[in-house]
């Protein structure tokens, strides 16, 4: 069992919807929860952490974690074209800290 | 400007060369890490260093060797030990070294092929 899993998509949505991504984790003693995207060829970029249960709202972007559940979300609201990319859960492994990375969710946004 | 920088951009060699890719930041931040990605996949963790003169292996250290001479400096060479080593080659840091969970940031990466 891989312990961050993603959807691996690609997950089209048309522009000005709210693209959901999710992530599962088998580690239940997690702490911090990382969303990055990533542009073709290019280096991830973070764009959200949360640390406790509930909502993170940051602008057009919300990241919800239910640790019960062992999962993370991430909602994009108002998709537009530029959020085409993939996005990467990053979780810390509760024995050292080091991040774990799902594979990443590719989002296409379509006008 | 505060970041990371990772060069060269692209990198190519032969089969049965060692080389060394560079990373350096100027945020002040005590860890540095180092990834692979191939594609379709998760990052996966070569190296990391918590404080100056002190790494760890992380997940697959084969094939390849750091060091952590100076707090902004987090070389990586990879070896002809390696089997595989084309890939995309990700430094991170982060400001923490005590505990890893801040959160990390990335340089603009390597990509290196080797043939």
């Known amino acids: 069992q891989k312990e961050v899993e993603q959807n691996s998509g690609p997950l089209s949505v048309p522009e000005g919807a709210i693209a959901s991504l999710n992530c599962t984790y088998s580690?239940?003693?997690?702490?911090?929860f990382f969303w990055y995207r990533q542009y073709s060829g290019k280096s991830p970029e973070l764009i959200m952490f949360i640390y406790s249960n509930g909502d993170k709202e940051d602008g057009r972007f919300t990241a919800q974690l239910n640790k019960a559940s062992q999962y993370v979300s991430l909602l994009i609201r108002d998709s537009q074209p530029s959020d085409s990319a993939t996005y990467l859960c990053a979780v810390t492994n509760s024995n050292d800290y080091k991040l774990s990375f799902g594979a990443g969710t590719t989002v296409t946004v379509r006008a | 400007d505060g970041g990371i920088t990772q060069s060269p951009k692209y990198l190519f060699r032969k089969e049965g060369q060692n080389v060394t890719l560079s990373c350096e930041q100027n945020l002040n931040h005590d860890a540095m890490y180092w990834y692979r990605q191939d594609p379709g996949q998760g990052l996966r963790l070569i190296y990391y260093?918590?404080?100056?003169?002190?790494?760890q292996k992380g997940d697959i250290a084969e094939g390849y060797s750091v060091s952590r001479e100076k707090k902004e400096s987090f070389p990586l060479t990879v070896t002809s030990a390696q089997k595989n080593p084309t890939a995309f080659y990700l430094c991170a840091s982060s400001i923490d070294g005590e505990r890893l969970s801040y959160e990390q940031y990335f340089g603009p990466g390597t990509r290196l092929t080797v043939t």
């Open positions: 260093s918590q404080i100056v003169n002190d790494f």
């Open positions: 580690d239940r003693g997690s702490q911090s």
